[in-house]
């Protein structure tokens, strides 16, 4: 099986291209930045597909900077929008299969209780919407497709929270952080292994197709994540000390996209289905600082 991956410079993209030489998944797995493959460009598009002949295209390409994407609406929706529908485009005229990741933002963190694939989204900020945006262009243009919405993503490439906390951590002696978020942190190479087991298995099981939801498998807010941050830091010799955290709420560490509350997502319908294991994230963790030292 031959799998393309676009952002493969990502912090997923990365993983994938470093699980797919695990001979467990007899898998080859072409990877392109953006440099290579622009996927806002339906040529670029057309052109990279046409010559590498996947079995199946996973899109771990996205514009992720939400705080940005207030300012730069268009190449946000460009990136999360019209690239993932040119790619599905494309892909249902060859006939193949598409795996594209989205996002907790989707919804807006005023429910009670974890969100299932069934609960309407509703995001708040221009990130969210361009990543629902790009679902539902994935769905209209490509029956093929499996849709994995993630949250609080980090791992060993790329920019993520955990390696803002640990530079922050060596800088001050201590730190504010918002503590009435609450999600479930997601290793990025879980995320990885995950969408390299639904490829697979595409071949001898084609009936499942749509929207699951991947994330760690103990929610806990940011304030949470960043006392285990650096005590698991301070314990893999990567901090001498760890800071003091206090922790604050929304209101007091005001951005200029509104995050929501809650991104706890409910797994249910992936492990069922796939059999798959939630993020063992607190392992993960120690795997980045391992890989750090």
Not at 49 to 77: C, G, H, R, S
Not at 84 to 111: M, Q, R, W
Not at 151 to 162: D, L
Request: with cysteine; glycine share 6%.
């Amino acid at each position: 099986m031959k799998i393309l991956v676009t952002g493969a410079n990502g912090q997923v993209g990365s993983e994938l291209l470093q699980a797919a030489l695990a001979i467990k998944y007899n898998v080859e797995v072409v990877g392109y930045g953006r440099s290579l493959l622009d996927i806002t460009d339906i040529d670029q598009v057309k052109s990279i597909l046409a010559k590498e002949k996947p079995n199946v295209v996973i899109n771990a390409a996205a514009y992720t900077a939400v705080d940005k994407a207030e300012e730069e609406i268009n190449l946000a929706y460009a990136i999360n929008e019209k690239g993932p529908e040119n790619l599905a485009s494309f892909c249902n005229e060859l006939s193949i299969p598409l795996l594209h990741i989205s996002t907790d933002y989707v919804f807006d963190g005023s429910k009670i209780g974890a969100y299932a694939e069934t609960d309407v989204p509703n995001p708040t900020g221009i990130y969210g919407k361009s990543k629902l945006a790009g679902e539902q262009a994935v769905i209209k243009n490509h029956p093929l497709h499996y849709i994995l919405r993630v949250a609080w993503v980090f791992g060993e490439f790329g920019n993520n929270f955990v390696k803002t906390m640990v530079r922050l951590g060596k800088e001050r002696e201590q730190l504010r952080v918002v503590a009435d978020q609450k999600g479930a942190p997601t290793y990025a190479k879980d995320i990885a292994e995950t969408l390299l087991k639904l490829a697979v298995q595409i071949n001898s099981q084609t009936s499942n197709w749509g929207i699951y939801h991947y994330c760690g498998d103990t929610p806990i807010s940011w304030h949470g994540f960043a006392q285990i941050i650096f005590e698991q830091a301070k314990q893999n010799n990567i901090l001498t000390s760890t800071p003091k955290v206090l922790a604050i709420t929304t209101k007091e560490y005001p951005t200029p996209a509104e995050r929501p509350l809650n991104s706890i997502l409910n797994c249910d319908k992936i492990t069922q289905t796939f059999k798959l294991d939630l993020s063992n994230w607190q392992a993960g963790l120690g795997n980045v600082f391992n890989a750090w030292k």
